[in-house]
């Protein structure tokens, strides 16, 4: 036997059954795994108070509503003051298995992404300071962050490291896709099948592939034709500068896509049946058919997992010496 073919049946002999999705692109969420409850707890109760921005009003969940696919349904967002946000908001779902946060990646992780909001004049507009002097004046808070980090006071760190924590359970495991590939081939029909099949054999799975169907790279927007687009958002150049990646965002993810409308950097897709056929003729330079269109939707819509469960927490109460937010006006 040759060497080569000897190693392959070695690997063989000692790897034990392939799992059934082994050969795919794809592969299933996996379940959260929660490190410290407590820091969890505070985190998401930072995740839904409103108290971290100057108005009182805008929460993490404002933008990232977890009842409505971690994302507002908006093409951008509103902000402080009512204003327009520049870009549509990414669902938070999933989010810790990209390779980083943004539509251009700036922050690095969840926990560089959650500082962000806070501080910015557009969307929470607020700063670390008076954010971490609100929470601190709190009781009931200043006795969590002391069981969950064993200090007398929070720091703009611990709330991010909360916040992060929090968002990493929020993933969306057992979607029918995940039962499909794990073995269950009941969980979908032809038409789902076909537009799977349609799905890998377009080229669509060279940028969303993986647990997450996206987020694991970055790719130009326009790659066959150019995207028209009103949105003044240049991407990575925005930060680099540089020509080369004008356009370049981040992959979104595909998971629980349908209930993540309306789609792209700008919103512009109203639908997924509109975003698929953008796509098609930007990205593959090819132009799906009706049929077509309507199985990779098909397919799409087998990606939306299990949402998180659990109930809105019950918010500490602000005291009299609790910094007042600036009202709206």
């Given at each position: 036997m040759q060497f080569s073919k000897l190693v392959v049946a070695l690997v063989a002999m000692t790897?034990?059954?392939?799992?059934?999705?082994?050969?795919?692109?794809?592969?299933?969420?996996?379940?959260?795994?929660?490190?410290?409850?407590?820091?969890?707890?505070?985190g998401k109760k930072l995740f839904f108070d409103p108290r971290l921005?100057?108005?009182?009003?805008?929460?993490?969940?404002?933008?990232?509503?977890?009842?409505?696919?971690?994302s507002d349904n908006l093409k951008t967002s509103i902000g402080d003051y009512w204003q327009q946000g520049?870009?549509?908001?990414?669902?938070?779902?999933?989010?810790?298995?990209?390779?980083?946060?943004?539509?251009?990646?700036r922050a690095k992780n969840l926990k560089e992404q959650a500082g962000g909001p806070i501080a910015n004049p557009g969307e929470m507009a607020s700063s670390h300071q008076l954010a971490v002097d609100v929470?601190?004046?709190?009781?009931?808070?200043?006795?969590?962050?002391?069981?969950?980090?064993?200090?007398?006071?929070?720091?703009?760190?611990?709330?991010?490291?909360?916040?992060?924590?929090?968002?990493?359970?929020?993933?969306?495991?057992?979607?029918?896709?995940?039962?499909?590939?794990?073995?269950?081939?009941?969980?979908?029909?032809?038409t789902e099948l076909s537009g799977y099949k349609l799905f890998k054999d377009s080229g669509c799975t060279a940028c969303h592939y993986g647990p997450a169907v996206g987020g694991t790279s970055f790719q130009k927007m326009g790659l066959v034709a150019e995207y028209d687009t009103k949105n003044k958002a240049q991407g990575v150049a925005g930060?680099?500068?540089k020509d080369a990646d004008r356009m370049m965002f981040k992959v979104p993810t595909l998971r629980n896509v349908e209930l993540t409308y309306p789609y792209f950097h700008d919103g512009e897709a109203e639908t997924l049946e509109e975003a698929v056929?953008?796509?098609?003729?930007?990205?593959?330079?090819?132009?799906?058919?009706?049929?077509?269109?309507?199985?990779?939707?098909?397919?799409m819509k087998t990606l939306t997992g299990k949402q998180p469960d659990f109930k809105l927490p019950i918010l500490p109460p602000s005291n009299n010496t609790t910094p007042k937010p600036k009202p709206f006006g």
């Open positions: 790897a034990g059954p392939a799992t059934s999705w082994s050969a795919e692109p794809i592969q299933p969420v996996p379940a959260a795994k929660v490190k410290n409850t407590g820091m969890v707890e505070l921005s100057m108005s009182g009003f805008i929460s993490c969940n404002s933008c990232h509503n977890l009842s409505m696919g971690g520049p870009i549509n908001s990414p669902t938070v779902l999933n989010s810790s298995m990209n390779l980083a946060q943004f539509w251009d990646g929470l601190n004046s709190i009781p009931a808070y200043k006795l969590e962050f002391k069981q969950a980090f064993g200090k007398d006071s929070a720091n703009i760190d611990m709330v991010t490291d909360a916040i992060a924590a929090f968002e990493e359970t929020l993933v969306t495991p057992d979607s029918r896709f995940d039962q499909y590939l794990k073995g269950n081939k009941k969980a979908l029909t032809k930060l680099t500068g056929e953008v796509m098609g003729k930007l990205q593959l330079g090819r132009a799906f058919t009706a049929q077509e269109v309507d199985d990779i939707v098909a397919f």
